[in-house]
């Protein structure tokens, strides 16, 4: 089946630098990915949808200049958390679809735990 | 706006026992709908989906969930529940009305505890 995997799976970084969270679909192309937070115990929150080539669409709320995404390849996107705070310690899942089955289906990644000290 | 709501933040059962995690929804158009289950520290997996057809689904370890178009329903079910069938379960319906490019949309999750 479509495999998605996130690099790192855990970081934990000091308040004020940036920290990069890969995404890549291993055996299918994705066109489109997308960006949830998750805080303990809620469910996923959208942050925004990646597509290749193009500008990221931000979720009302999100702040484009500290969640910088760059979908540069058709498996690869990015996550920079940029001059992190402690607030920013979360969860962060990506998922990417895979537009060659026709099924609607989203595949999502392991998840990366970020902390902020 | 499409929106699903899971009302229940624990569903606590026996092993053995046959479980349900309900799962309602609400969208302007057919939904799609979807199960993910998470383990902890880890990502979603997929369990199911509905997009058309028949309206009892089956999907992966034995989980199926029946789409009821006039209560607006999708809830999971497993007739046997297993210890390790304890996780956080999402329902999802899929936000491709509009510009949203197909975003999945989930519900607050449900906790699922099987006690041996």
């Known amino acids: 089946g479509a495999v998605v995997s996130q690099h790192p799976s855990w970081v934990i970084c000091k308040s004020g630098t940036s920290v990069k969270i890969e995404c890549r679909s291993l055996d299918f192309q994705a066109t489109t990915m997308f960006w949830y937070r998750q805080f303990p115990k809620q469910s996923l929150m959208l942050m925004a949808t990646s597509n290749e080539g193009s500008k990221a669409t931000y979720e009302q709320g999100v702040e484009k200049d500290k969640f910088l995404i760059n979908h540069a390849s058709l498996t690869l996107s990015t996550l920079t958390v940029t001059s992190a705070h402690p607030e920013d310690s979360s969860f962060y899942i990506c998922s990417a679809r895979d537009l060659s089955s026709g099924s609607y289906e989203q595949y999502f990644g392991p998840g990366t735990r970020l902390t902020v000290t | ?116």
Do not use: M
Not at chain 2, 37 to 63: A, M
């Open chain 2, 1 to 116: 706006a499409q929106s699903v709501a899971q009302p229940e933040d624990q569903v606590n059962v026996a092993e053995g026992n046959p479980l349900t995690v309900k799962c309602t929804y609400s969208v302007s158009g057919n939904p799609y709908l979807f199960w993910y289950v998470q383990y902890p520290n880890r990502g979603l997996q997929f369990l199911l989906k509905y997009i058309t057809g028949d309206n009892l689904v089956k999907g992966s370890y034995g989980f199926e969930a029946e789409f009821n178009k006039s209560q607006t329903s999708f809830h999971l079910k497993k007739p046997s529940a297993l210890v390790s069938d304890s996780a956080l379960y999402f329902c999802a319906v899929r936000g491709d009305y509009g510009g949203s490019q197909g975003n999945l949309i989930f519900g607050k999750g449900t906790k699922l505890s099987v006690k041996p």
